[in-house]
């Protein structure tokens, strides 16, 4: 049940961690993003591998090292309960935590706020849930129609806003006040009920440059290879695996069927189609993916 989110003066206003296996671009960005919204003394990365130049793009951060087993066993499930203890104990001491993957940026629409903690200065005193989910949405790469390169200083958003929406990654990742327990992946969390906030936005880095994704999903799919060999993958899921490449490659032909942020009847597909799932001790959205792109308003454009 939601309750009263009085800011709690004994606790930092927010907290944002992630958890990261090299990814150096994607990481130098994340921290580049997120240090003008708290300073780096409040973002934590967990470094899967002891990777030194986490340490060097995270200067200032807490860089937490954690081992790597080669072997991948149960990794999802692992990582996620060790995030859970994590972040249930960083809540002690954080009014508000942000949880999220690398390639994973929860902004606000600048039309509304200028940063997060100004933005979530309005949920003080008020009846909400302890997590609360931006809308998420994927950009999408298309070389044709989107054809200047991602360089260093030069905003993603200036060069990359045409996306599609996707119910999955709008995920309950920002969350306050008591344990929290997310699933796999962070999709859902033990927090209910789910709340779909209307200015805040999950915005989803997995395909974000064409070059950068046929690389990772290329590599993603020579690691199933190799694990189908060994006999640690089954050759469906490997099969899974692979097809994400074509997939990316027919998607990044497409191109943006109108310039909207809102998408209102996609917001309430996802409401109208929410399940409770495993026994009703967590909610996951309906909606699924949009068919059609669509492209961020120029607003945007600054943001990271």
């Known amino acids: ?42 973002i934590y990365v967990l470094s899967h591998g002891n990777d030194p130049e986490h340490r060097r793009i995270a200067k200032g951060c807490n860089v937490i090292a954690l081992p790597r087993d080669p072997s991948g066993y149960r990794f ?22 942000i949880v999220n993957d690398v390639d994973e940026f929860v902004i606000v629409d600048p039309d509304v706020a200028p940063d997060l903690i ?27 129609a989107e054809p200047d390169p991602i360089e260093d200083g030069v905003p993603i958003l200036s060069r990359r806003r045409v996306f599609r929406a996707n119910a999955n990654y709008a995920k309950p990742c920002i969350t306050r006040g008591r344990e929290v327990a997310f699933t796999p992946g962070g999709h859902a969390n033990n ?10 936005y999950l915005v989803h880095l997995r395909f974000f440059d064409f070059d950068h994704a046929v690389a990772r999903l290329e590599e993603r799919r020579s690691i199933a290879d190799d694990r189908v060999a060994d006999g640690t993958l089954d050759d469906q899921t490997r099969n899974v695996w692979a097809k994400g490449l074509e997939s990316f490659r027919k998607m990044a032909t497409g191109v943006a069927e109108g310039e909207d942020a809102t998408l209102s009847d996609f917001r309430q597909k996802m409401v109208d189609g929410a399940q409770d799932l495993h026994n009703g001790a967590v909610t996951f959205w309906g909606g699924g993916r949009s068919r059609d792109l669509y492209r961020l308003p120029a607003r945007f454009a600054h943001i990271f």
């Open 1 to 42: 049940m939601a309750d009263p989110a009085n800011t709690d003066p004994t606790k930092a206003p927010l907290g944002v961690m992630t958890m990261a296996y090299g990814d150096h671009l994607l990481l130098a960005r994340w921290v580049e993003y997120h240090a003008r919204q708290v300073d780096r003394r409040h």
């Open 76 to 97: 999802d499930r692992r990582r996620w309960n060790m995030i859970n203890g994590f972040a249930s104990g960083l809540l002690r001491y954080y009014n508000w935590m």
């Open 118 to 144: 100004t933005y979530l200065a309005r949920y003080e005193g008020q009846k909400q849930p302890l997590s609360i989910c931006p809308f998420g949405i994927e950009l999408i790469h298309n070389p044709a």
């Open 191 to 200: 927090h209910k009920p789910r709340f779909l906030d209307p200015h805040l």
